[in-house]
């Protein structure tokens, strides 16, 4: 049941993406996991963009969790070409054996492009959300990931990456939603 609200929410915020601009879509497997991903450009002025993304991440042990972010992202600083910082709010809603939760976790995302090879990017993000905004079942939680990407064709990517998502529960101690290497592909539209 929980599992149908969780992607009845995928869903409906992918319908309302639908008036937005430049998408991004991801799609990344393990052996135990997959995530899928929709982010969208919701504003962009002098000082950088924002960014809308949902996404879906379920694994082997039915483990899920849905998440709803928004990031400003713009350069780091003239000084560091090739460098973006992106931070924001993210809203995680996780179903586990464990327990259920909900948090609100602040954090961000770095992105660096080589200049002198361009087609290659590093990326690493940190999320974290306490106690006093973590619901239902949990105590805490975060989630900690870094990629390696290279740019196939202006509109696709390909990757490899290690995401690790924990939650702690109250009674049942912590819980691990994901913690593997992947590959992915994100496709830009």
């Known amino acids: ?9 995928f869903v409906v915020l992918l319908a309302i993406s639908t008036t937005a601009t430049a998408r991004k879509f991801d799609l990344n497997f393990s052996d135990t996991s997959a995530q899928f991903k929709y982010d969208f450009l919701v504003g962009a002025t002098n000082y950088g963009r924002t960014e809308l993304g949902v996404g879906f991440i379920y694994n082997e042990d039915d483990n899920n969790l849905a998440e709803l972010g928004l990031q400003v992202i713009d350069q780091a600083g003239s000084k560091s070409p090739g460098l973006e910082l992106g931070v924001g709010p993210k809203i995680f809603v996780a179903d586990t054996d464990a327990g259920d939760a909900a948090a609100v976790g602040l954090g961000g995302m770095l992105r660096y492009k080589y200049p002198r090879m361009p087609r290659v990017v590093y990326v690493g993000m940190f999320y974290f959300a306490p106690g006093i905004v973590s619901f239902l079942d949990a105590e805490d939680m975060y989630e900690f990931g870094v990629r390696l990407q290279y740019e196939l064709l202006p509109s696709a990517n390909a990757y490899l990456g290690y995401r690790k998502i924990e939650v702690e529960f109250k009674n049942t101690g912590d819980t691990v939603i994901d913690d593997s290497a992947h590959v992915g592909l994100e496709f830009k539209f």
């Open 1 to 9: 049941m929980k599992l149908r609200v969780l992607l009845a929410l």
